[in-house]
């Protein structure tokens, strides 16, 4: 399931897919609309979580519905003696609540610690490859063997998070590649047969690509293309190093599932909540319609709360409607770019002026840097005094 991006040439920011809507709505770009708020509540109808706990409920209110009538209505008085004691049901529903509310609250707290790991698993490969694009710059080695290092390595980086994120989807298990999400991977088909038959063979693919990245960075040091020292290139294998030890911290949250006599347990409560309720609902309340809803309120609440804790069991799946890892390795994609586009220009310099001395900083817009030009705002002496209104200039001479 990971398809290829197309070859970006160094030196040159290539045009990249543009994220939907729904994407940027993840980054915090947008607001969501009508029509993307309705396509998620239709995927939460479809899900299996929302189907199973409104069925458990409908049955649940109707048992509740045709008890009423038939022990009021037709006067059978049947079910004073079935009724347990007001205490004994009070307690009970309580406990299933707190049952409910405890596995809401792992799922809530597995959920959160994976989309940590899935953000810091971006960010250690990043930062690795940003380090090793900057100590390529003083290298002596032909421009040409450099600038097919930084393809080889970036390629490497977005192939080893798109095959992390797929392992802690756990679709290479399944099989299903339709199921899981789009993964992009910058310059797949680059790679020669050999390496993809390698990859494709290997039992345990992210470390054999973790291999090749390393493999990639001593042979690179000892021709000369890496000529920092080792001291310093140990930073990069360290930030490897973090980046391999968070997917292996990420995947006891995909490999270990919340234990089984914990799930009968949790299940034969709410099944007996769904099988008391609706007992007690035709004593509560005053009519058949009052007796379904409150038995029906109760018991969907309750199971669907359970329901999503079940569906969260592995939040990177993709069926969860809760992390896109597609969206994240397509950021990361688009860094890589950025990489290789900066990795080939000059180092940043500021701007000359001479009616400007050292002694003055310049404060500025970011809203007009987003527009494409800078205005100055105010101008400032090291010591806080105001300077004077000539003096209002950015950095560069220019007004």
């Known amino acids: 399931c990971a398809r290829p991006v197309a070859q970006l040439a160094p030196g040159t920011l290539g045009a990249h897919r543009r994220p939907t809507r729904s994407r940027r709505i993840a980054m915090g770009m947008h607001f969501p609309s009508a029509a993307l708020c309705a396509k998620l509540f239709c995927a939460t109808l479809r899900s299996k979580a929302f189907a199973t706990s409104i069925s458990v409920a409908l049955l649940s209110g109707s048992a509740s519905a045709a008890m009423r009538y038939v022990d009021v209505n037709l006067e059978m008085d049947f079910v004073q003696y079935v009724i347990p004691k007001n205490v004994v049901f009070t307690v009970f529903v309580s406990f299933a609540s ?5 596995r809401t609250g792992n799922a809530l707290s597995r959920y959160t610690d994976a989309a940590m790991y899935m953000f810091k698993l971006k960010s250690c490969w990043f ?3 940003c380090t090793l694009m900057a100590f390529t710059r003083d290298s002596k080695a032909p421009r040409n063997d450099v600038n097919h290092f930084r393809q080889v390595f970036v390629r490497l980086l977005t192939l080893t998070c798109a095959i992390c994120l797929e392992d802690l989807e756990g679709m290479h298990a399944d099989g ?4 899981g999400n789009l993964l992009e991977v910058f310059g797949l088909d680059d790679f020669d047969d050999a390496v ?7 039992k345990h693919k992210v470390e054999c690509v973790f291999m090749m990245i390393e493999q990639c960075i001593v042979d690179a040091h000892v021709s000369g293309i890496l000529a920092t020292a080792p001291p310093l290139l140990s930073r990069v294998f360290a930030e490897l190093g973090a980046g391999i030890q968070t997917y292996n911290e990420a995947k006891k949250l995909a490999a270990a599932p919340i234990p089984f006599p914990y799930i009968v347990i949790t299940t034969s409560i709410l099944m007996c909540e769904a099988v008391c309720m609706p007992i007690m609902m035709v004593v509560y309340s005053t009519g058949v319609a009052s007796a379904f809803a409150y038995t029906f309120g109760g018991t969907f609440l309750l199971w669907y709360m359970n329901g999503v804790a079940d569906a969260l069991d592995n939040p990177f799946r993709r069926e969860t409607h809760s992390l896109d890892a597609a969206m994240l390795q397509t950021d990361l994609c688009q860094q890589m770019m950025q990489l290789l586009d900066q990795a080939a220009i000059p180092s940043v310099r500021l701007g000359t002026s001479e009616e400007k001395g050292d002694s003055m900083m310049r404060t500025s817009s970011l809203c007009d840097l987003r527009k494409g030009g800078v205005r100055s705002l105010k101008s400032r002496d090291v010591s806080g005094s105001d ?12 007004p």
């Not at 707190?98 to 405890?102: D, I, M, W």
């Not at 993809?196 to 290997?202: E, F, I, P, S, V």
């Open 98 to 102: 707190l049952v409910a509310a405890f």
């Open 127 to 129: 930062d690795s490859g």
């Open 387 to 398: 300077s004077s209104p000539a003096d209002s200039q950015v950095l560069g001479g220019r």
């Open 176 to 179: 299903d590649g339709d199921a």
């Open 196 to 202: 993809l038959d390698r990859l494709r063979l290997a």
